[in-house]
C-alpha cells in the first residue's frame, strides 16, 4: 500500500467524523471528489458492519456507482424526496462557510441535492480552509447550445464586478470541452478573489444560458476540517455567530 499523503490523512479523518453523524434509517446525500468517495467507502463499511437502513441520493453518476458497487442503496433523488443529511467535498470553504464547489464538475446536481437536505455537511483537508474565496477558479455550468455568447455575458458580469480581464476557460478533457452529467460545458474562473459573492452568484446565474455556478452561499452549517497531523476541526455557522470548536482526535 502506498504510503498516505498528508491531504489524504486529512481527508479521512474528516469523513470519519462525518459519517458518524449518520444515523439509521436516515435520507443521505452522497456528494463528489476524492473526500467525499473515502466518505462513500466509510460509510458503506459502517452500513455493512452494524446493519444500517440508509436511504441514499448521490450528487454524480460516479459517486452513484462507487456507492453502489459497495453496496449502498442508491436512489433518484425525486423517489426519495427529502434528504435528512448531505456530506460532500469543497474546493474552497471561507470563514462563513461559503464555498466553492465543482472542482469535480458535479456542482449542479451537489447544489440540487444540497438543497433538498435539512443538513449540509462539508468534509475537507486543512488546504480547503481560506480567508477569502476565489483562487480556485470558479466553476460555471453552461449549456452548449450559444455557449460563446454566454462567455460574452460572463465576462461583462465580471467588468461590473471589478473583475475586468480575469481569464474565463472552458474546461477540457481530452482535448475536448469537459462534459457534466447533464451534458453542459464547465467555464473555470480564474477571478483570484471574490469580493461580493453573493451579487456575483445572481449576476451569473441570471445569465441565459447559465445553469449554475459553484458558489454556495449559507447552505452548509457545518465543516469537518481534517488536519494533516490526522486531528480536526469544526467551523460552524451560526446565524448570530461564527465559532471554531477543536475535537481533537
Ligand atoms: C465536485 C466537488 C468536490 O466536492 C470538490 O471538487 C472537492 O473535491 P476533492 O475532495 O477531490 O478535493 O465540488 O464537483
New binding site residues.
Given amino acids: 500500500m502506498p504510503e498516505k499523503s498528508a491531504a489524504d490523512i486529512g481527508?479521512e479523518a474528516a469523513a470519519r467524523a462525518a459519517i458518524a453523524l449518520v444515523e439509521d434509517g436516515m435520507r443521505v446525500g452522497l456528494?463528489?471528489?476524492?473526500?467525499?468517495a473515502v466518505m462513500v467507502r466509510l460509510l458503506a463499511e459502517r452500513a455493512r458492519a452494524e446493519g444500517l437502513a440508509l436511504r441514499c441520493a448521490a450528487?454524480?453518476q460516479a459517486t452513484a456507482d462507487l456507492a453502489s458497487g459497495l453496496g449502498l442503496a442508491i436512489e433518484a433523488l425525486d423517489d426519495i424526496g427529502w434528504l435528512d443529511l448531505t456530506i460532500?467535498?469543497?474546493?474552497e470553504i471561507d470563514p462563513d462557510l461559503h464555498l466553492i464547489?465543482?472542482?469535480?464538475?458535479?456542482?449542479l446536481r451537489?447544489k440540487i441535492v444540497a438543497a433538498a437536505s435539512d443538513r449540509m455537511v462539508v468534509i475537507?483537508d486543512q488546504d480547503?480552509v481560506v480567508e477569502r474565496l476565489g483562487m480556485f477558479h470558479l466553476?460555471v455550468e453552461v449549456i452548449p447550445f450559444g455557449w460563446e455568447t454566454t462567455c460574452r455575458h460572463v465576462k461583462s458580469v465580471l467588468d461590473e464586478h471589478d473583475l475586468a480581464q480575469r481569464p474565463v476557460l472552458v474546461r477540457r478533457r481530452d482535448e475536448q470541452p469537459y462534459r457534466t452529467d447533464e451534458g453542459n460545458f464547465i467555464l473555470d474562473l480564474a477571478l483570484e478573489e471574490i469580493c461580493e459573492p453573493a451579487s456575483l452568484s445572481r449576476a451569473l446565474n441570471a445569465i441565459p444560458g447559465v445553469v449554475e455556478n459553484?458558489l454556495f452561499l449559507n447552505i452548509c452549517s457545518l465543516a469537518l476540517i481534517g488536519r494533516h497531523d490526522g486531528t480536526m476541526a469544526e467551523l460552524r455557522r451560526d446565524p448570530h455567530e461564527l465559532g471554531e470548536a477543536e475535537a481533537d482526535e
Fill in positions: 481527508k456528494g463528489t471528489g476524492s473526500t467525499a450528487t454524480s460532500d467535498g469543497a474546493d464547489k465543482g472542482g469535480g464538475g458535479a456542482l451537489e475537507a480547503k466553476p459553484g
